[in-house]
């Protein structure tokens, strides 16, 4: 039997401000509707719409932004399925080919999607991934119907993608505060670099992922300095995301409501508490 998805079992330790959004997830399945891809690396249980709005409400935000997962592929048939039956209370980022034509992005962006994401050269292994190259490719189009480029990059190449995006014409995000390696410290040349473009306004960053990139869970006290050095550098262009549901973690699934307080146990300004969770997220999706 699949294991259920995930619903926070903790609660959260602050005043949820109204608005608040979840600024990365993803829904998979239900498989027997929306098949996952050939020769993904990963199979995960089903996580459907429903489950993901239960656990928005349980933990009082108010909206959602849905990342296409790979084990869909180039297939956004289930995140568009879930944007539809949300009310409104979603956005999308979706993965599409780098020849992708003007009158489908105008038809995605209709239906809800708000960016599209690309991945680090070294990131070729999550299946139907499309590479930095395209966002470069794409940047016109993006930028004409106000869309963003979100990048994954785990390969330790940040630095030179961010340079290689420097001028790209469409907004840029970067997901989880870049990848950042723990061991390397925040003098590392990659989150020094990404550092750099927050401080001047060349991209936004996702707060998502602390869980994965630490060694101590379940605080990640680890992780903190990078969180950090994020928000100083530009909190005005942060976003908290949780990444529900988790999908292809080898350790224990964290608990949303924990990753949440996390989040502001660091963040103890409440004022960029709720820039991170509303402001930012409300100008860069087109909540409100």
């Known amino acids: 039997m699949p ?23 993803h829904v998979f399945g239900p498989v027997s509707r929306f098949a996952l891809a050939e020769g993904r690396a990963y199979t995960p249980p089903d996580a459907t719409v429903e489950a993901y709005l239960a656990m928005l409400d349980s933990l009082g935000l108010a909206h959602g932004v849905l990342v296409q997962g790979s084990a869909h592929g180039l297939d956004n048939a289930a995140m568009l399925n879930a944007i539809a039956m949300a009310a409104g209370r979603l956005r999308g980022i979706a993965v599409v080919r780098s020849a992708t034509g003007i009158e489908t992005l105008r038809r995605l962006a209709a239906a809800g999607v708000v960016g599209l994401r690309f991945y680090g050269d070294g990131d070729r292994r999550y299946g139907g991934g499309v590479g930095v190259e395209a966002a470069c490719e794409l940047a016109g189009a993006l930028a004409d119907l106000g869309m963003h480029a979100q990048l994954l990059v785990t390969d330790g190449g940040l630095r030179r993608h961010l340079a290689r995006t420097r001028n790209i014409g469409c907004t840029l995000v970067i997901d989880h505060l870049g990848s950042a390696d723990v061991t390397a410290g925040i003098d ?8 750099e473009a927050l401080a001047e306004g060349r991209c936004w960053v996702k707060l998502s992922c602390v869980y994965r990139l630490s060694r101590t869970p379940p605080d990640y ?14 909190p005005a262009r942060c976003l908290w995301g949780s990444d529900w549901p988790h999908p292809n973690f080898a350790g224990d699934v964290p608990d949303d409501a924990q990753l949440l307080n996390v989040f502001a146990r660091w963040t103890r300004d409440p004022h960029v508490r709720h820039s991170i969770l509303v402001d ?3 100008r860069l999706f087109g909540f409100g």
């Open 3 to 25: 294991a259920p998805s995930p619903q926070p079992q903790a609660s959260a330790e602050f005043e949820i401000p109204a608005g608040a959004v979840d600024s990365h997830a």
């Open 188 to 195: 590392d040349a990659d989150f020094s670099a990404l550092c």
């Open 221 to 234: 006290d680890d992780v903190r300095v990078f969180h950090d050095a994020l928000v100083a550098a530009n």
């Open 280 to 282: 930012n997220p409300a």
